[in-house]
């Protein structure tokens, strides 16, 4: 019988922040595909486009115009998935089978830019700065608000992940709820805290940086790593070196080491497939319901999509809906491929 | 202040089955799309394709050939996600961030017809009858392999499901451990059945059907609705009348039964968009663990990516991954459109 060995045997890995399993088949990357291949816009984008209902002084659908903005721009989801509206609700509606709620909360846009063509990887440090500042002033309003008990800040990036407009941009969702993966995310890190006094992402950051493998980039406050328990090919997971449990306790150096952590790892993402990388990426992070919450440390998370090139992606479907998460590229694998690539942007390299 | 209307109000339900939530937007579906569109195939495929490795006769990767099938046909996956060595463990290299263990399986393909081009909803009941033997046969045959714990059956259907051949087939990977989507609804059942003696699904059933308005097809042995906690906009889920914990167990009849309304919901998914409908399917039942599992309830649950149109598919990106699905149309509105489709094909309609 053969001795396991992680890096080539099929295997299961365990997630500590969400208790889940992730099947990885280390064996299987070598697969060939025949499936269905990704149309990525390769088009050069213009600086501004009269049509984008995002860009600089244009109308957005319910006929507002936007501002001649100049760093970063913030406005409510015309669309919004929840309302403001306080609505009367009878406890007795709920039933064993039959159990809702209603819930309350606001989205709002957040232009990363004025320009129409420039995305994170390509901005400057003071342009990224200027995001992390006005991710923290929403952080502070939305959490502010009475009812507001969650703050959820992401980016859906390329069409691919559901995009559909590509003037850069992110979104933020607030609601009075704790939704299903951050509640679940806060029972880990409160069981663990409660017994260690010390968070998990502080005492997982320390085991990682011992080994390596898994490190991307590191700086004086961040790192970037690939989660042991990754599900997407290329996830990674940006956490601070201090446990800050919340993105408004950076100090200002904290602020700069983040943007710059954020530019690199997004160049190292577009350098992967030579593309416009694909993801959805957000903040996890304290709760704003008013208590104090030592146990959360905050992170960004990243689900990029692509596995074997530009246009070929991961499917999480069949096995992965109705069993668990599965991979074929091992994490340490993934984490080597992209320690390994550039900091300077494909782009850059060409011009 | 307004009275909660579930039918019009943002709200979130929770899911027995596995203890999530799913945030609903009844209020968005009138948003409009300008993102990405599907490419959907809509050539007419031949019966047979000489390139096609699932055809009857045809070599496959591995230099072998198929046979000429008359039915369906079985065989093992080239590049199976799991494999059937045992593999020597030390316990020892578990830790708290790196916690693994090697997980032994079994993959194979369930070639669904000879005929290249017929899907489920283009078979005749007794064709259906016939795969439905194979998963039994299957399900025992694997299950009693002794390191088998459980074998899941699935299909992934359409190149937007990640399928790679649209030869008509499913897949089972059958393996040690319980998958994490298994084991949460095993949770479930199972704390429901030791309180009440009764399955959890018994007595949704019994709920639903009291109710109606999520019910989509009743027959004498099954029922096919939408949960009340569908995430997927046309999400359904075939629940046997009979507490049947697993596919072996079923009567002659309620094969028939689970046949016929296996062709008429899929008939209805084609038929919603007059397209060949992508989902991705599957079968939770029982455990092969040996146990006796009273708290299983056989059931299928289909996922379907479409929204709109045949083109456009919901996406479950950045807040869904972070944070917790989310829907726009109601599971009720959904299963109303579903019930009001004819149940002849559209293809039938047109000849
Ligand atoms: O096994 P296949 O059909 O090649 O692959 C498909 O189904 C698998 C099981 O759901 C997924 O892991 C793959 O991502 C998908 O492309
Ligand atoms: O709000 P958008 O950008 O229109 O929509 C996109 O992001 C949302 C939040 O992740 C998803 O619910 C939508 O399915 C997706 O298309």
């Known amino acids: 019988m053969k001795n396991f060995d992680i890096n080539e045997d099929p295997h299961r890995r365990f997630n500590p922040l969400i208790n889940e399993w992730v099947l990885v088949s280390p064996h299987r990357s070598k697969r060939p595909w025949q499936g269905q291949n990704?149309?990525?816009?390769?088009?050069d984008l213009p600086k501004y486009d009269a049509t984008c209902y995002l860009c600089p002084g244009n109308v957005r659908a319910n006929g507002v115009n936007n501002p001649d903005y100049k760093n970063s721009f913030v406005f409510e989801n015309d669309f919004a998935a929840m309302k403001q509206d306080e609505i009367m609700f009878e406890e007795d509606i709920k039933h064993t089978f039959f159990k809702a709620e209603p819930e309350r909360g606001i989205s709002r846009v957040v232009c990363f830019s004025p320009r129409h063509d420039l995305t994170l990887p390509e901005m400057d440090v003071a342009d990224i700065e200027n995001i992390i500042k006005t991710w923290q002033k929403e952080y502070t309003d939305l959490g502010n608000i009475k009812y507001i008990n969650h703050v959820q800040i992401?980016?859906?990036k390329g069409s691919v992940?559901?995009?559909?407009n590509p003037h850069p941009h992110g979104?933020?969702?607030a609601q009075s709820s704790l939704p299903t993966q951050?509640?679940?995310?806060?029972?880990?890190?409160k069981s663990y805290y409660d017994k260690n006094q010390t968070t998990l992402l502080e005492d997982y950051l320390k085991a990682e940086l011992k080994v390596g493998s898994r490190i991307v980039i590191e700086n004086n406050h961040f790192v970037a790593l690939v989660p042991f328990w990754a599900i997407w090919p290329y996830e990674t997971m940006i956490i601070s070196k201090r446990a800050v449990n919340k993105i408004t306790n950076f100090t200002t150096e904290e602020v700069n080491a983040y943007a710059k952590i954020l530019k690199q790892l997004t160049i190292k993402y577009d350098n992967l497939f030579s593309t416009s990388f694909p993801y959805s990426s957000g903040i996890h992070?304290?709760?704003?319901?008013?208590?104090?919450?030592?146990e959360w440390h905050f992170h960004m998370h990243f689900y990029p999509p692509l596995l074997r090139s530009a246009t070929v992606k991961k499917f999480m479907v069949g096995y992965e809906m109705l069993g668990e998460s599965q991979r074929d590229i091992t994490p340490e694998k993934s984490a080597e491929i992209l320690r390994n690539l550039s900091e300077t942007h494909?782009?850059?390299?060409v011009r």
């Open 171 to 173: 979104q933020i969702w």
């Open 285 to 294: 992070q304290s709760p704003t319901d008013g208590l104090e919450h030592p």
């Open 154 to 156: 992401f980016e859906n």
């Open 38 to 43: 990704e149309v990525l816009s390769t088009e």
């Open 182 to 189: 951050v509640e679940k995310t806060q029972n880990s890190l």
């Open 161 to 164: 992940m559901g995009c559909s």
């Open 346 to 349: 494909y782009k850059d390299e």
